[in-house]
């Protein structure tokens, strides 16, 4: 049983969203992400919440691994408005070749949350903004930099709409996540 504010989800041998326990759904809404709520989700392939192809792919080895009798686990960061905030993951086959992900929080931070100006629109630029799914650092002139950086480097709330945004993976945490994948 899941300690309080765990999220757990499951996929089956599809690779579909079968399971969410009740702190997703809380999760989704105290994070803005109501379009994650679980009637969003549940019985949707895993494939249709990852766009970026390297991703994709590390999560189809950590699910091979999984359904080859072993665990992974691995450290990822989420951060919302007001929170900066690390994770830990840890997935494990189930039953009848279901894959389990159970996710705690390691540590959070509270801030204040960015000032959004007015005038522009988010999302509604032409630019994209990579932003690796692990660390949340932004790649910004060749360089993986923190979020709150790029955000100046960018001068990203001096836009009049602001970029879309792509998730990838730097260079660390895909080492990292290979390695780890190895270890398993």
């Given at each position: 049983m899941a300690d309080k504010g765990e999220i757990i989800y499951r996929?089956?041998?599809?690779?579909?969203?079968?399971?969410?326990?009740?702190q997703w759904d809380r999760f989704a809404v105290a994070n803005a992400g109501e379009a994650a709520a679980s009637s969003q989700v549940l019985h949707r392939p895993l494939w249709d919440f990852i766009s970026d192809l390297t991703t994709r792919e590390l999560y189809r080895q950590v699910l091979k691994r999984?359904?080859?009798?072993?665990s992974v686990r691995f450290t990822f960061r989420c951060d919302s408005p007001?929170?900066?905030?690390?994770?830990?993951?840890?997935?494990?086959?189930w039953e009848d070749g279901t894959v389990q992900f159970h996710t705690r929080t390691i540590w959070e931070e509270r801030r204040q949350p960015p000032d959004f100006p007015e005038t522009g629109?988010?999302?509604?630029?032409?630019?994209?903004?990579?932003?690796?799914?692990?660390?949340?650092?932004?790649?910004?002139?060749?360089?993986?930099?923190?979020?709150?950086?790029?955000?100046?480097?960018?001068?990203?709330?001096?836009?009049?709409?602001q970029p879309l945004i792509t998730h990838g993976i730097c260079e660390r945490c895909y080492e990292e996540m290979?390695?780890?994948?190895?270890?398993?």
């Open positions: 996929v089956n041998d599809q690779d579909e969203i079968v399971y969410v326990n009740e999984i359904r080859d009798s072993s007001n929170c900066r905030r690390m994770l830990e993951m840890d997935v494990r086959l629109a988010a999302g509604n630029g032409d630019e994209l903004l990579r932003v690796c799914a692990w660390c949340k650092k932004v790649f910004v002139n060749g360089a993986w930099v923190e979020v709150e950086d790029a955000v100046v480097q960018l001068r990203l709330f001096h836009h009049e709409f290979s390695k780890t994948l190895a270890e398993a």
